[in-house]
């Protein structure tokens, strides 16, 4: 795909897109859009959660929810090996054709570079792609089974705040939860994501995840094990709120499978090449802003518009450069008074 006719690159090769993000169109009314939205919601992405969801519950959890009832460190270690794997599968089949073979080259990449080729001492063995791998895979992914099996502990043990609810009654409920689920995680994100920014958790745990100012596939697990409990621990909400497992497991899955989506890179993945027309939206732009101005864009693409509430939202645009570097100016400005208060003129 000519990916001039959705955007721009600058002299540094970076490409953006022409059209800037817009939050969910029933915020303002734009009730022309809520076709395209609505396809955009349920596919491929949140089916492809859903799908893997059914996959783990009908197939891994359910036969075997009797086992969960005591705590079973075999059941870590089986779970560890399927989520690991699964995410060695998905994020790994995006590192290789994107970034390993890198068959699209630079189309619809946001950042000209590629990580590897940018050595730098803020990673372990100065290689992004090293350090942000082994952090997924040895310190997030294990946190994610621990609160997975300590999910399904409760379960298997008829623990909730409220009361767990079976499809054939409660199927309205479950399916009006269902399609919040994306919603809830927006809240959730946002709330802890706006909290680890704040000093000095952000020096202490945040500015590891913060390290890849170009994220790439693995660098959206790489984090602070503080930060990996709070943003899995996402799934905890449903032994709070009336719910039932599946739901729950696809809260789950779409975190921490969806993870990636912030961290792709690129605008869209092309299937056939350059002169194909085949490409799928990464959904990636909101969250590429955030690691690349940092304050900025806490949540994710405004499905719930907690950025545009707060005035940190980035849409992409001039305007919202200007109202960003405005709002920098006049933080750098507090700070300034704030010191001079403390420390008066002789
Ligand atoms: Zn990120
Ligand atoms: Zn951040």
């Known amino acids: 795909m000519d990916d001039l006719q959705y955007g721009t690159r600058d002299k540094r090769g970076n490409w953006a897109p022409n059209k800037s993000l817009q939050i969910a169109p029933f915020w303002q009314g734009r009730w022309g859009k809520m076709g395209h939205f609505l396809v955009e919601y349920l596919w491929p992405w949140n089916a492809f959660h859903m799908a893997v969801t059914l996959i783990y519950w009908f197939l891994i959890i359910q036969p075997n929810i009797a086992d969960f009832a005591t705590w079973s460190w075999k059941w870590v270690a089986i779970l560890y090996a399927i989520n690991a794997g699964g995410i060695f599968v998905m994020y790994g089949s995006v590192e290789v054709f994107y970034y390993v073979k890198r068959i699209q080259g630079t189309r619809f990449k946001y950042n000209a570079k590629f990580p590897s080729e940018n050595p730098s001492d803020v990673f372990w063995f100065k290689s992004q792609n090293l350090d942000n791998f082994l ?30 609810l079976g499809w054939d009654q409660h199927w309205l409920w479950l399916v009006v939860l269902t399609l919040l689920v994306p919603a809830i995680h927006e809240v959730h994100f946002f709330c802890i994501h706006w909290l680890i920014h704040q000093q000095p958790l952000y020096k202490w745990i945040h500015s590891i995840h913060h390290n ?135």
């Open 135 to 164: 952090r997924s895979f040895f310190m997030s992914i294990p946190l994610w089974t621990l609160i997975q099996v300590f999910f399904f502990w409760c379960y298997a043990n008829g623990y909730h705040a409220f009361a767990w």
């Open 212 to 346: 890849s100012i170009n994220p790439s596939p693995w660098s959206s697990m790489s984090m602070h094990p503080v930060e990996g409990f709070f943003f899995f621990s996402e799934m905890l909400w449903h032994l709070l709120i009336p719910s039932n497992p599946i739901v729950a497991l696809f809260q789950l899955n779409s975190t921490a499978y969806g993870a990636i989506n912030g961290h792709i890179g690129f605008e869209k993945l092309e299937f056939d090449g350059e002169a194909g027309s085949k490409a799928m939206n990464s959904h990636a732009y909101a969250h590429y802003l955030h690691h690349k101005y940092f304050e900025v864009n806490y949540g994710g693409e405004g499905l719930v518009p907690l950025d545009k509430w707060f005035g940190t939202w980035h849409d992409g645009s001039k305007d919202a450069d200007e109202q960003m570097k405005a709002r920098f100016r006049a933080k750098k400005d507090r700070l300034k008074a704030k010191q001079a208060k403390a420390t008066p003129a002789e």
